[in-house]
């Protein structure tokens, strides 16, 4: 399978995928994703998720900087044979890295 991950990340296959899944594991070690709205058929799906999580690990570059942060999306993904072949992201990354690289107020 292929990701096209939002900051323009692209993961190729199930070595490569946990790999990126760690990583925002030990970025975000409380995530929670929720999924608000799901719509789709055999061969492809639109999921509208929400993602929370206290940022305690390095992610991107950024120190933990133990902020709380939440952030909302969308991934459409294609399906063959009851497993996801291919997937697309849409979230405003950079606004996450900008909210965790500001001072806090």
């Known amino acids: ?32 994703v929720r999924i608000l709205r799901s719509v789709g058929d055999d061969t492809q799906a639109c999921l509208h998720w929400e993602v929370q999580g206290t940022h305690d690990g390095d992610f991107s570059g950024i120190a933990p900087t133990h902020k709380k942060v939440s952030f909302s999306g969308m991934s459409f993904v294609t399906v063959s044979d009851g497993k996801i072949t291919e997937g697309w992201d849409c979230w405003d990354f ?11 107020a």
Do not use: E, K
């Open 1 to 32: 399978a292929v990701a096209h991950l939002a900051g323009g990340m692209q993961v190729r296959g199930t070595t490569q995928f946990s790999g990126f899944h760690d990583t925002l594991l030990r970025a975000f070690p409380d995530i929670s």
């Open 94 to 104: 950079n606004a996450l890295v900008t909210t965790l690289s500001s001072p806090s």
